[in-house]
Every structure is written in C-alpha cells, then in structure tokens.
C-alpha cells in the first residue's frame, strides 16, 4: 500500500491549500502519473495535474515529489518511501491543485527569442553545420522546458523578472550555434539586470533537471564569454 499526499488547492473555492491522503495498492513499476492517474480514474475525478507524452518528452508533468522536482512519468512509485508528497511546480501562480500557469515562465523563455537569426549575408540554399560545430551545441539542446529547473530556482523565486536557468540555458544554445547572426546582441541582453550575474551558482537546476543537463554550467559560459571575449 502506498499513500499520495497531494497538494489540492482551487483558487476560486477555497481559502487555504490543503494536503490530500490518497492510499492504493500499486502495481510494480507504476509511476507517479500512473498512480496520479489511477486516482483520477477510480477516487477522486476532482483532483487536476498535467500530462501529455507519458515519457519523459513533453515536460508536462514536472511536479515537486518528495521534496525534489522531478517528471511524474519518469519517477517510479518504488523508489520513493511513503507517504509521498505532491506539490505543483514553486514560483508561479497556481489554477488548480497541480496545475500551475506557466505563462511568467515562457514569458521569459520568448525574450531571449529562441530562434535562429539569419547572418547578414544568408546563403543561397541553406546553412551548412560541421559535425565539429555542431558538437559545439550538443549539451544544450535537450531541454524539454518542463519547469523543474524554474521551480528549483531560489533567484525565480525573488526575482519574477530574472530570464532563469531554462531561458539562459537556451540563450547559449543560440551563441554557440555557428548559423546564428546575433551573437553580440544575445550576450549583451543576457548581461542585463534580470540576466546571467543575477545567478548565485546555487547549483539546484542542475540538480533537478530530468534531462541531465547543466543550466549552471551554461550560465557560467555566457558570464565567460560576456567578459572576456570580443564579437
Ligand atoms: S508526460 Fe510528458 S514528460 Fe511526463
């Protein structure tokens, strides 16, 4: 038997968040969004949470399970000691029990505008990669934007209008590609008030994320590159 303790808080109908007991046999190699699921379907059709690709793809169903932020889908209910904690992803304003509007945090993601920029003098056809250049890309291309590394963020948490770990990870995704043309104005816009030197290298988003990538790692080349090199 396993007890779930999940957040449950509707803004429209209740004063204060409570935490939820929901206590069910699971079967072996069942994941949190099964048990999640499994509640939905057969206890309580109240209870709201995300979900979409149910492998670890979509990033729909980052929560805060046991006390770190992990992808529901991905986190098998044994390995976990019971009772296990659910709480929506920190730093943005809840709809419903594990949903939470992620408009602040895609909001940041578009400023860095996550897109190549045409060069000045575009190729005819199109652009052409080196397997050398494009290795130069390869650590930071996985992001599945699912939040945990947002949630994880004590700086997101004071600071609404810092980019974040997700949205910077991103920013050197584009500086390091050898097709983009806006190198110099990228770096320069990551150096803003709200951008790079904001992180304290606290280290939580490379912690969490699901996809084992190292949003310090990427913050602290872009502060390299800011200071000592010359576009
Ligand atoms: S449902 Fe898509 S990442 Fe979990």
């Known amino acids: 038997m396993v007890e779930f303790r999940i957040f449950r808080f509707d803004p429209e109908k209740n004063k204060e968040p409570e935490f939820k007991p929901y206590q069910f046999e699971p079967f072996k190699g069942m994941t949190i969004l099964e048990g999640l699921y499994h509640i939905l379907e057969n206890m309580d ?50 709809i419903k029990d594990l949903v939470v509007d992620l408009n602040p945090f895609f909001d940041r ?30 650590d930071w291309l996985d992001c599945i934007l699912c939040g945990a590394c947002y949630g994880s963020c004590p700086v997101c948490a004071q600071d609404p209008k810092y980019l974040g770990p997700h949205a910077l990870l991103k920013a050197l995704r584009f500086v390091d590609d050898s097709r983009d043309g806006a190198t110099r104005e990228r770096v320069a816009f990551v150096t803003q008030n709200s951008g790079i030197f904001r992180c304290h290298t606290i280290f939580n988003c490379r912690e969490v994320c699901p996809k084992d990538l190292d949003p310090t790692k990427a913050i602290a080349k872009l502060k390299w590159k800011s200071v000592f090199k010359k576009f």
């Open 45 to 94: 059709s109240s209870l709201a949470f995300r979900s979409s690709c149910r492998e670890a793809v979509c990033g729909s169903c980052a929560m805060h399970i046991n006390g770190v932020y992990r992808l529901a889908c991905k986190t098998q209910i044994q390995i976990l000691k019971s009772p296990i904690t659910i709480r929506p992803l920190s730093h943005l304003p809840i």
């Open 109 to 138: 993601f578009r400023e860095i505008k996550p897109y190549l920029i045409p060069k000045e003098n575009p190729p005819e056809k199109e652009y052409l990669q080196s397997v050398e250049d494009r290795e130069k890309i390869d």
